[in-house]
Nanobody, 127 residues
Framework: QVQLVESGGGLVQAGGSLRLSCAAS????????MGWFRQAPGKERECVAAVSASGVSTYYADSVKGRFTISRDNAKNTVYLQMNSLKPEDTAVYYCAARNKVVSYSVYVRGDEYDYWGQGTQVTVSS
């Protein structure tokens, strides 16, 4: 069982930056593939970024490429999402997710591919 706790959300003006953190419990964090998802009101949940268990492979949604960066620190059991040049359309609840059974270099982008979810953190970007 893995527990995920997100932090770092908040209110920011357009063009600003935020860094989300997701702290995971347990001693096998390095074996998990991780992802960041978001869901805005009235919209479907989407994967914005994902990282493989090894940390070698990453995925970004087209809407965030060049602005968001996912990284992981296995020594701290934490995955990060650095968000720069934020836009009002980035406003959403952001969730981190962990997948247990993985291929080391694979990334996963569908929500149903993940086993554990955090409670979410609100990101609001004002224009």
């Amino acid at each position: 069982q893995v527990q995920l706790v997100e932090s770092g959300g908040g209110l920011v003006q357009a063009g600003g930056s935020l860094r989300l953190s997701c702290a995971a419990s347990g001693r096998t964090f390095s074996r998990y593939a991780m992802g960041w998802f978001r869901q805005a009101p009235g919209k479907e949940r989407e994967c914005v970024a994902a990282v493989s268990a090894s940390g070698v492979s990453t995925y970004y949604a087209d809407s965030v490429k060049g602005r968001f960066t996912i990284s992981r620190d296995n020594a701290k059991n934490t995955v990060y999402l650095q968000m720069n040049s934020l836009k009002p359309e980035d406003t959403a609840v952001y969730y981190c997710a962990a997948r247990n059974k993985v291929v080391s270099y694979s990334v996963y982008v569908r929500g149903d591919e993940y086993d554990y979810w955090g409670q979410g953190t609100q990101v609001t970007v004002s224009s």
